[in-house]
């Protein structure tokens, strides 16, 4: 079996797609905290990607990564991402080229276009970023990094804007961009195995009423999703009407992120 390098592999979005890679895969699992259940085609590193010496070591001997760490929230401050995403994304990047990695999988966000209303367009798929906090900033800057190197060094890139993996669906903005972990478990091995892969940006969403992605690219490589997002309401789920116009962002695709206030660089210097 190939081996598969998961960073961030103890949060929500890793724990769930680890049993359905691992049918398929070895995975290598990386995070900052020890994953739990470990299995036995399983193996783990503790530590830390912004240390240089453990992501060689983390990838070394690796087929394919699935980049899946990095710090977010609405309120993050620039200097906060700047390690964990912006330098942790290179290091990967130039470790993956130095040990002839075959396959980079780069999980973006639907934050990179947060910052559009969601009457702006009928189809989001081709709009150009417009990122709605430092978090969706620095995917913007992981996605421009994977075209670069896969330019430069023929390293086969995938990006894939995850647009909502909750296990279920909070509110009528989020049931237009839902994933279930078993599509997104779909997309990774396209990802990795499909022959045509040089760059491409795809969305990570099931089907779904009204989409905001139609993700025709993901669908021209063979994605075929095969659960709904009305099909997974969760039992307090909130239809449009009912959605606070302040604070829920509902108008918005990246939802409060784009109602939330930037923090000044200004306010941050020492």
């Given at each position: 079996?190939?081996?598969?390098?998961?960073?961030?592999?103890?949060?929500?979005?890793?724990?769930?797609?680890?049993?359905?890679?691992?049918?398929?895969y070895s995975l290598r699992l990386l995070d900052r905290?020890?994953?739990?259940?470990?299995?036995?085609?399983?193996?783990?590193?503790?530590?830390?990607?912004?240390?240089?010496?453990?992501?060689?070591?983390?990838?070394e001997g690796?087929?394919?990564?699935?980049h899946l760490a990095c710090a977010h929230g609405t309120d993050i401050a620039f200097q906060t991402t700047v390690e964990p995403n912006y330098h942790a994304t290179?290091?990967?990047?130039?470790a993956a080229h130095s040990?002839?990695?075959?396959?980079?999988?780069?999980?973006?966000?639907?934050?990179?276009?947060?910052?559009?209303r969601t009457d702006a367009a009928d189809n989001f798929d081709d709009m150009p970023p417009a990122p709605d906090s430092y978090y969706a900033?620095?995917?913007?800057?992981?996605?421009?990094?994977?075209?670069?190197?896969?330019q430069r060094y023929d390293l086969a890139t995938f990006v894939i804007r995850i647009g909502n993996a909750d296990a279920q669906v909070a509110d009528a903005r989020r049931l237009r961009m839902w994933t279930s972990a078993r599509d997104l478990g779909?997309?990774?091995r396209i990802g990795l195995e499909h022959p045509e892969v040089h760059h491409e940006v795809v969305y990570?969403?099931?089907?779904?009423?009204?989409?905001?992605?139609?993700?025709?690219?993901?669908?021209?490589?063979?994605?075929?999703?095969?659960?709904?997002a009305q099909d997974n309401l969760a039992p307090g789920y909130l239809p449009y009407e009912d959605m606070d116009t302040t604070n829920s962002g509902r108008d918005h695709v990246g939802g409060a992120y784009a109602g939330t206030k930037l923090v000044s660089l200004l306010d941050t210097r020492p």
């Open positions: 079996m190939q081996t598969l390098l998961i960073t961030g592999a103890a949060g929500i979005v890793g724990t769930a797609l680890r049993p359905l890679l691992r049918e398929h905290r020890s994953v739990s259940s470990l299995h036995p085609d399983e193996t783990e590193i503790v530590g830390d990607l912004t240390d240089p010496a453990l992501v060689e070591r983390a990838v690796v087929d394919g990564i699935l290179l290091y990967l990047l130039e040990h002839g990695v075959k396959r980079f999988i780069f999980t973006s966000s639907h934050h990179v276009l947060g910052q559009y900033m620095s995917k913007v800057f992981g996605e421009a990094a994977c075209a670069g190197f896969t779909q997309l990774v990570g969403v099931s089907e779904s009423p009204n989409p905001l992605f139609h993700n025709r690219r993901a669908r021209a490589l063979g994605y075929r999703p095969q659960d709904n």
